[in-house]
């Protein structure tokens, strides 16, 4: 049943680092979404892409930049990871087809820039 | 002022309570209602979603929405402890590409 899976469920990386974080849906989306969710904040949207090689800013997408080089991988990469881009990662798949609208979201990436 | 406000709650509530989870959003440009489900340490499961005003039910599960108080719930009947997570309201203008999520609301069902 598995239907968005995630490269890590924890990370520790060191301030500077270069960071990759890399998220697979097996439903044949169009669509894969890069969220960060910090408490008392919800979900916050970095990046999306609705093709392959697309991508569009979400509301914070300074400090990251994606890859979807293929319809079923999308990647999401800090350049210099810094202390703040501490959080929890979610990456998501959806359609919308005829009404219809399906949405999964991975289990998460917990990462911790020190 | 934030575009979606949701109280984070905790609320807690007895086995077989009726449960009711609010939303108040800013703009009135939203079309797309969403409720999700998240348990602790798993991503948010899509619950239910709406188009423009009214209601919708699954099961155990109504959403309701009121474009003109611009203010969404989801009810919960017979709630039950499994139905113990946080519940996050959000909303789109776009069909989903652009969603604003609400903090969530913890929800603890006790048996």
């Known amino acids: 049943d598995v239907k968005v899976t995630q490269s890590s469920r924890y990370l520790v990386k060191r301030t500077g680092e270069k960071v990759f974080l890399e998220c697979v849906q097996d439903m044949d989306h169009e669509n894969m979404f890069w969220y960060r969710q910090d408490p008392g904040l919800g979900l916050r949207l970095i990046y999306f892409?609705?093709?392959?090689?697309?991508?569009e800013k979400g509301d914070i997408p300074e400090g990251y930049s994606v890859s979807r080089e293929k319809k079923e991988r999308f990647s999401l990469i800090l350049e210099s990871a810094s202390t703040n881009q501490t959080s929890m990662y979610l990456c998501?798949?959806?359609?919308?087809?005829?009404?219809?609208?399906?949405?999964?979201f991975g289990p998460g990436t917990r990462l911790t820039v020190t | 002022q934030k575009e979606v406000e949701q109280d984070p709650g905790p609320l807690s509530v007895p086995e077989g309570a009726i449960v009711s989870l609010n939303c108040t959003y800013s703009?009135?440009?939203?079309?797309?209602f969403m409720w999700y489900r998240q348990y602790s340490r798993k991503g948010p499961e899509l619950l239910m979603y709406t188009y423009s005003s009214g209601n919708k039910e699954d099961g155990r599960f109504t959403a309701q929405v009121d474009k003109s108080s611009k203010y969404i719930s989801l009810f919960i009947r017979d709630s039950q402890p499994s139905d113990s997570a946080t519940y996050l309201c959000?909303?789109?203008?776009?069909?989903?590409?652009?969603?604003?999520f609400g903090a969530g609301t913890r929800l603890f069902v006790k048996a």
């Open positions: 703009n009135s440009a939203f079309q797309y």
């Open positions: 959000a909303m789109s203008d776009t069909g989903g590409f652009k969603t604003i």
């Open positions: 998501a798949s959806s359609l919308w087809s005829g009404g219809h609208y399906e949405q999964y």
């Open positions: 892409s609705y093709d392959v090689k697309m991508k």
